[in-house]
C-alpha cells in the first residue's frame, strides 16, 4: 500500500471518531464522498484504490471530480460543496503527516466552494397538509405507518435522518408527551406532541407491540426505514394527494418540505423566531430567517401597517419673500 491508504483509514478511525467523535451521520456523509472520489479515480486511471499516490489525487483530479459530480450525477452546487468539505476535511488532516506534499495539499485546499443562488423554500399550506395525510390507505399497514410517520414530520419538524434513527422509547405519551431525537452536532431537544398525534403514535405503537425496542417506523421485516424510503413514500403519497389537491400538483415535495411546513406554522401562529429555532434544533436564530423571508403573508400584513404618503409631488416653495430670502441664504 502507498501512504495514502493508512492516511485515509487514520483519518476515520483517529481524527473523526477518535479525536472529534463525530456522529454516525457525519462519518457516512464523508465515507461516501471518499468512495465515489476513490471510484472516479479508478474509473480515469485503473488504478486500484489502495495503489493510489498522492499524485494521483491533485487539484485538477479533485476539481475533475467535482465536475463530474455536478454534470454526470446531477448533484447540486450545495452538494458539490458538502463533498468539497469532506475532502479538504481528509487533506487538512493529510498536510500535517506528509509535509513532503505540502504544495499538492496546498493546491487542493484552495479549491473553492462555489456561489449558489439560495431559492425561497417551499412549504406546504394548512390545507395541502391534510390532503397529504389522507392521501395514505388507512386498511393498509404502510398506509398507517406513513401517516403516522409525516404528521410527526409536519408537527414536530424533525429532519429524515431524526425520523429514521427515532426507535419506541423515543416517545413518551400522556402528560408531558414528546419525542427526543438527537440532531446535528450531537444536540439533543425534546418536541411536545399534540393529542391527535398522540392518539396516532398510541395505536401504532400497540399494534407493533412485540418489538418494545425496535425503530419506530420500520419495515415488514423489522428493519428501519432508510432515507431514501421515506422520500419516496412521502413523494408516492404527495402525487396520489395532488389528485384532490390540485395545489399539490405543481410542488416538488420531499422529506424537508414536511421540516419547512412546521416552521411556517408556527412562525404564521406568531411563535417568536427564537423559539422556532430552538423547537428545529438550529444551531442559531438566523437559520430560521429563512421562512420569515418566504412567508409573504407576513409581508403583506407588514405592507398594510406602513403610512402612505399622501403629500402632493412637486419641489417646496416658500410663499412669502422674507422666507425665500432666508431659504436662499
Known amino acids: 500500500m502507498t501512504l495514502v491508504a493508512p492516511t485515509l483509514q487514520a483519518f476515520f478511525t483517529d481524527r473523526l471518531i477518535g479525536q472529534r467523535q463525530a456522529s454516525p451521520r457525519t462519518i457516512a456523509a464523508y465515507r461516501d464522498t471518499i468512495r465515489l472520489l476513490l471510484a472516479y479515480i479508478h474509473r480515469h486511471t485503473a488504478k486500484p484504490p489502495a495503489q493510489l499516490d498522492w499524485e494521483d489525487l491533485n487539484a485538477t483530479v479533485i476539481s475533475g471530480f467535482l465536475h463530474h459530480l455536478e454534470t454526470i450525477r446531477g448533484n447540486s452546487i450545495r452538494t458539490r460543496n458538502t463533498r468539497l468539505t469532506a475532502i479538504r476535511s481528509l487533506f487538512s488532516y493529510a498536510a500535517l503527516r506528509h509535509p513532503e506534499h505540502a504544495q499538492l495539499i496546498a493546491h487542493v485546499l484552495a479549491i473553492p466552494p462555489k456561489r449558489f443562488d439560495k431559492r425561497v423554500i417551499d412549504f406546504l399550506t394548512a390545507h395541502e397538509v391534510d390532503a397529504l395525510l389522507a392521501a395514505p390507505d388507512p386498511a393498509r399497514w404502510e398506509g398507517r405507518r406513513d401517516r403516522v410517520m409525516m404528521m ?12 429514521t434513527g427515532l426507535n419506541r422509547a423515543d416517545i413518551t405519551l400522556g ?23 398522540q392518539a396516532l403514535l398510541h395505536d401504532w405503537m400497540a399494534e407493533h407491540a412485540d418489538r418494545p425496542n425496535g425503530p419506530l417506523f420500520h419495515t415488514r421485516t423489522g428493519r428501519r426505514l432508510s432515507r431514501d424510503a421515506i422520500a419516496l413514500r412521502i413523494s408516492t403519497h404527495a402525487r396520489t394527494a395532488g389528485q384532490h389537491c390540485p395545489s399539490l400538483a405543481s410542488k416538488k415535495i420531499h422529506p424537508h418540505t414536511l421540516r419547512h411546513s412546521c416552521a411556517m406554522s408556527l412562525l404564521q401562529a406568531g411563535v417568536d423566531t427564537t423559539v422556532i429555532a430552538l423547537w428545529l434544533g438550529h444551531a442559531g436564530i438566523r437559520s430560521t430567517d429563512a421562512y420569515v423571508h418566504a412567508d409573504i403573508n407576513m409581508k403583506e400584513k407588514a405592507l398594510a401597517l406602513t403610512t402612505p404618503a399622501t403629500s402632493p409631488p412637486g419641489r417646496y416653495r416658500p410663499p412669502d419673500k422674507i422666507l425665500s430670502f432666508l431659504e436662499s441664504l
Open 152 to 163: 410527526l414530520a409536519v408537527q414536530t419538524g424533525l429532519r429524515v435522518s431524526e425520523l
Open 175 to 197: 402528560i408531558g408527551a414528546h419525542v427526543r431525537c438527537e440532531g446535528k452536532g450531537r444536540k439533543q431537544r425534546a418536541v411536545p406532541l399534540s393529542q391527535p398525534l
